[in-house]
């Protein structure tokens, strides 16, 4: 049993720890929110160059570091905490892993181009009537001689204003919610008829609305076709990342929490010294360590060679996260009152962001049917 | 026991029906459609139609402008307009200080007051939380001094809602400060306009300014503005405080968000391809939802029933602030589900609507703000922790 790092993961955490803690405080992020863009200028380069954590998930063949997700785990808790904006988790993790599992031509040069800071890809993968279930796609894509033509609306695209690239879900044959039939395209921005529409989230980073109007794409950018398996396998640790980063987002608004109850004094005495609100806070500590749990359980069990072993393994630990992240997020919100609803106050910035990766790639209900339906043998 | 409607009741909802669909003001009934913010016209508009019809102060005593209507006929109003979406004027007047003002307010006072009040000439805010003194509002501490017919006033107070708009304030001041907390209070009407009063906004998590900071300096205050006794002002808060939570359950409002939210799972597909209402494991969650409503609702109608029968809102109203305000926060929590990737997008920053690139469906537009702004809903009127503590007191004895 071990639940240890190695020297290098630590070095990783650290790393990515101190920089962020030197360039990413709570006043620096909100201005560079209110700035327009929902990224922190100069970030993304600091990244690439200065921590060279975008290559983190790449094998030592095409540059990277040779790790997987552990280090992607540790990169988005720390990402976490912060409340880091960049789309390190479509650009590295969701690009990492189709280059890891895919094997395609194109990924020595996209790996190059990550890694050095100058391609970053954004995974459009949302369609609005498919909700969480990936094979459901409208969008589509029609052999075109050497290239294909790719026809539809990818919705909530995140990281798209500044994506160089988007990684794109698309069906080469079968009807719209066949498991046959799905392909997955690099495709450039400046690609002809394609059009983004770029909003700010709730949360502060940026997302796109992404349209194809016969995009034509090189035939030698197909990722992979008949590629269901290879999507959901990169879902799911893209899935583990993200709550790698929920789990920074929990002990951040567990340790506001007792900081504020522990300051603030009502009828003469600190909040935290009623046992009410003890008790209360103990009952956000256990799920915040029982999230932190079920994130490591993932991130063990998803490198697994057994497919439902992984999809059973992710969402069990999506359902308890998810939780974990209403129950710790309202009470924290809750707990500090009045000034837990305010922008000014660190704590709703984290409760916004946690409140949005509840639902990302599925909430509750979805995951729970998956493994419902994974334990008595059936389709997920 | 009788749960049916009689014949008179039942053509008092037709004359309501009616008059909210033909009077009830087009263009706010559009903003309210678009999910823009509600401008203080907004209001007047709506509160001048409820004053030509006779409405728009139903529970004022009949001298003042009250309806007489029975507690079946209020509740018969607040479902109807509910269901239309009809603005709640806001309640710092209209509930709140007029109460207040006619059951302890002098001659004088009501002569000023109420009938402005009625009439919409004047906006009231509320000056009670303080940095200080959120739950453990007796502690407050902004201070008035008298000299001669003046009270001097000074000091900060917070969460005041739609500060922006008001003219008048009503607020509590600390007259004796020797005395025990709760006895060195006094309840005073404050112009808004007064020399010394400035008002800062408070920007909350949605990005909505909806709250503010008040602050006091040097403000001049004339005696005959102080209601009730000096030093007796927490006997009014009391009495307004308990005015404040009868109306807070929200039970019609809630009813009208289930309506909604179905609406939403009529269109929105779940993960199956079915309709989002075809799903069992979100049926199950809006069924549960709608018992939790009906406990509710006939938990209030009980209470109602009591109060009909000559006793005032008592400490069972902390039982409907709590559920209240948890149902109001679950329906806007289910809204926020419902609506899937576009609980995401941040519709204030969409800049100019495209209309051929839409983003989200218009009902998801406004369901991750409101889910954030009704948090506030378990913390503001007595925080649903204060309301436990005041039923195991007043309720269980403990």
Redesign the interface.
């Known amino acids: 049993m071990d639940f240890n790092f190695t020297e290098e993961q630590t070095m990783l955490r650290d790393t990515v720890a101190s920089w962020l803690s030197d360039n990413y405080g709570f006043e620096a992020r909100w201005a560079a929110i209110k700035a327009g863009g929902g990224e922190k200028p100069g970030a993304w380069q600091a990244y690439a160059e200065e921590l060279g954590i975008l290559g983190a998930g790449f094998s030592e063949d095409l540059g990277g570091l040779g790790g997987g997700v552990t280090e992607h785990m540790i990169v988005m808790e720390e990402f976490g905490k912060a409340l880091a904006l960049e789309d390190y988790l479509g650009a590295a993790v969701v690009a990492g892993s189709f280059i890891r599992h895919a094997g395609w031509n194109g990924a020595a040069a996209l790996a190059e181009g990550i890694i050095a800071g100058t391609a970053k890809p954004a995974f459009a993968y949302?369609e609005?009537?498919?909700?969480?279930?990936w094979h459901?796609l409208k969008t589509t894509a029609r052999k075109d001689g050497d290239a294909y033509v790719l026809n539809g609306h990818k919705?909530?695209v995140m990281g798209g204003p500044t994506a160089t690239h988007f990684i794109v879900t698309a069906r080469t044959s079968g009807g719209q919610?066949d498991r046959a039939g799905v392909a997955v395209f690099l495709v450039d921005k400046e690609s002809k008829g394609l059009?983004t529409?770029d909003?700010?989230?709730?949360?502060g980073p940026s997302?796109s609305?992404v349209?194809f109007e016969n995009v034509s794409v090189p035939a030698s950018n197909l990722i992979a076709d008949n590629a269901i398996d290879l999507v959901e396998r990169v879902i799911d640790e893209a899935t583990v990342a993200s709550l790698a980063e929920a789990c920074g987002v929990l002990q951040k608004m567990h340790e506001q929490t007792l900081d504020y109850t522990k300051t603030r004094?009502?009828?003469?005495q600190p909040l935290a010294s009623f046992q009410?609100?003890q008790h209360r806070m103990v009952d956000m500590y256990i799920a915040w360590q029982q999230a932190v749990s079920m994130t490591y359980m993932a991130t063990i069990k998803v490198t697994e060679d057994d497919a439902a072993t992984r999809a059973k393994a992710v969402s069990a630990a999506k359902v308890q996260v998810a939780r974990a992240l209403k129950f710790v997020g309202?009470n924290a919100?809750?707990l500090h009152?009045?000034m837990?609803?305010?922008?000014?106050m660190p704590v709703?910035?984290y409760?916004?962001r946690g409140?949005?990766l509840r639902?990302l790639f599925?909430?509750e209900?979805?995951h729970?049917?998956r493994y419902e339906n994974l334990s008595i043998g059936k389709d997920a | 026991m009788n749960l049916e409607f009689t014949p008179e009741e039942n053509a008092f909802r037709d004359e309501v029906r009616d008059f909210l669909e033909t009077r009830y003001p087009k263009e706010v009934a559009e903003r309210q459609a678009a999910g823009l913010e509600l401008r203080k016209e907004d209001y007047f508009a709506w509160q001048k139609v409820l004053l030509e019809k006779g409405w728009v102060t139903p529970n004022w005593p009949k001298e003042w402008g009250g309806t007489e209507w029975t507690p079946t006929q209020k509740y018969i109003w607040s479902e109807e307009t509910a269901k239309v979406d009809a603005l709640q004027l806001p309640a710092f007047g209209v509930s709140m200080v007029a109460p207040v003002l006619w059951t302890f307010g002098t001659q004088a006072q009501k002569d000023r007051f109420l009938t402005a009040t009625r009439n919409g000439d004047i906006w009231w805010c509320q000056g009670y939380?303080e940095p200080?003194?959120?739950?453990?509002l007796a502690?407050l501490k902004t201070r008035a001094v008298r000299e001669g017919d003046f009270y001097i006033v000074n000091g900060q107070k917070?969460?005041t809602t739609l500060a922006q708009y008001a003219d008048w304030g009503f607020f509590l001041v600390r007259t004796d400060p020797d005395a025990k907390k709760q006895e060195g209070i006094s309840f005073l009407l404050i112009d808004m306009k007064s020399p010394g009063v400035t008002v800062r906004p408070?920007?909350?998590?949605?990005?909505a300014h909806e709250?503010n900071e008040v602050f006091l300096d040097n403000v001049k205050v004339p005696v005959d503005q102080r209601v009730y006794e000096e030093n007796k002002g927490w006997t009014v808060a009391k009495f307004l405080l308990s005015h404040e939570r009868s109306g807070i359950a929200g039970i019609a409002r809630s009813k009208r968000g289930v309506d909604r939210l179905r609406k939403i799972a009529r269109a929105?597909?779940?993960?199956?391809?079915e309709k989002?209402i075809e799903?069992p494991?979100?049926r199950r969650k809006l069924a549960d939802l709608e018992i939790d409503i009906t406990a509710l609702e006939y938990t209030e109608l009980r209470s109602l029933a009591s109060e009909s029968a000559g006793k005032g809102p008592g400490p069972e109203a902390s039982m409907l602030k709590i559920k209240g305000t948890e149902i109001q926060?679950r329906v806007t929590e289910l809204v926020?589900?419902a609506v899937?990737?576009?609980?995401?997008?941040?519709f204030r920053?969409?800049?100019e609507a495209?209309n051929a690139?839409?983003?989200?469906?218009d009902y998801a537009h406004q369901a991750?703000?409101r889910?954030?702004n009704v948090?506030?809903t378990?913390?503001?009127g007595g925080?649903?922790?204060i309301q436990?503590n005041i039923i195991a007191k007043m309720v269980l004895g403990l």
């Open positions: 949302a609005a009537q498919a909700r969480y279930t459901d919705g909530v919610r059009v529409r909003y700010p989230n709730i949360d997302a609305e349209f004094k009502q009828f003469g009410a609100l309202e919100i809750q009152g009045g837990g609803m305010t922008e000014e709703s910035h409760f916004k409140t949005l639902n599925g909430g209900d979805k729970i049917v | 939380s200080g003194s959120g739950s453990d502690s917070t969460w408070i920007i909350t998590m949605d990005g709250v929105e597909f779940s993960d199956s391809g989002l799903d494991q979100f926060q926020l589900e899937g990737h576009y609980g995401s997008p941040y920053g969409f800049g495209g690139y839409p983003i989200g469906p991750a703000p889910y954030f948090r506030k378990s913390i503001y925080s649903n922790e436990r």
